[in-house]
């Protein structure tokens, strides 16, 4: 059998607080295929995105990886030098990050940030390398790429700015795109856009997909596994299918008992999570 694209060990990632250490990331371990999609789901502050950062190596002090392996295409990602992560970044592993504005430089043409990518990870540089900006942008489906390549971040809609983050993750063509969060910010019209878009294009590249969220009806539409975090752990792992027929774990029950219905009646209250291990 083929070894995983991903695999993840026992991985422990804690923060010295006042209060002091908090293990946010608990002996965590999963693995992801070639162009499989996993889906990783928990309220906030379950863990999630500290998880995804410990991939990139990305967790910033006072957070630091403790323990466990971090395995990519037989690298070991928790060992590997700061050079070989940089280039692992974008090039092999590509993350979209929860808030487009934020991440995107306000100061700089969408085109010069996507351009900044393939020039580091691909050596284009000039006309060659704002030509595959501009493939990157009509890629991901933003209209008339030739002109908006020259838009700044705030010239652009706030779909739009995701689809930017989506062509930058994906400029190189990596065989891992980690999504944070990818559609927390915008209304249900545009989040179903870019679900597809995502989609599309993880089938299209045969690109394995790591995507974050709170939301199981977005699992249920793009994921073939999911694992349900809490508390910094792994409380449930399984295909998606097979969650929602057979739930295991109380908390990962509450959270599919949270999800509105749409033939509940009118002024039903809004479910919410009610699962504690205290």
Avoid at 79 to 97: E, Y
Avoid at 165 to 172: D, E, P
Avoid at 189 to 195: D, E, N, Y
Wanted: hydrophobic content about 40%; overall charge negative.
């Amino acid at each position: 059998m083929d070894e995983p694209l991903l695999s993840v060990k026992n991985l422990v990632t804690q923060f010295a607080t006042d209060d002091g250490l908090v293990k946010a990331v608990d002996d965590v371990s999963f693995a992801i295929n070639e162009g499989e999609s996993l889906g990783v789901v928990g309220e906030s502050g379950s863990g999630k995105s500290v998880t995804a950062l410990s991939i990139m190596r990305l967790v910033a002090k006072p957070g630091r990886i403790v323990s466990g392996s971090i395995s990519f295409s037989g690298q070991d990602l928790a060992k590997a030098s700061d050079k070989k992560m940089r280039d692992l970044r974008g090039n092999d592993i590509g993350m979209i990050f929860q808030e487009p504005m934020t991440s995107l430089d306000p100061l700089y043409t969408v085109g010069y940030q996507i351009r900044e990518a393939v020039e580091l990870h691909q050596g284009l540089h000039g006309d060659v390398a704002r030509i595959a900006a501009i493939k990157a942008l009509s890629d991901v489906g933003i209209p008339n790429p030739g002109e908006r390549v020259d838009s700044y971040p705030h010239q652009l809609s706030g779909g739009m700015r995701q689809r930017v983050m989506i062509a930058i993750a994906l400029s190189c063509n990596p065989r891992l795109l980690i999504a944070d969060e990818p559609t927390t910010a915008l209304d249900v019209t545009i989040q179903a856009r870019i679900l597809d878009l995502l989609i599309s294009l993880q089938r299209s590249r045969s690109m394995a997909l790591m995507l974050i969220t709170h939301n199981l009806g977005i699992v249920a539409e793009v994921c073939d596994r999911v694992i349900v975090m809490y508390k910094g752990k792994i409380v449930e792992a399984k295909s998606v299918d097979e969650l929602f027929k057979n739930p295991e774990h109380p908390y990962t029950r509450s959270l599919l008992n949270s999800i509105p219905r749409l033939d509940s009646p009118l002024k039903t209250p809004l479910p919410t999570v009610d699962w504690d291990d205290s």
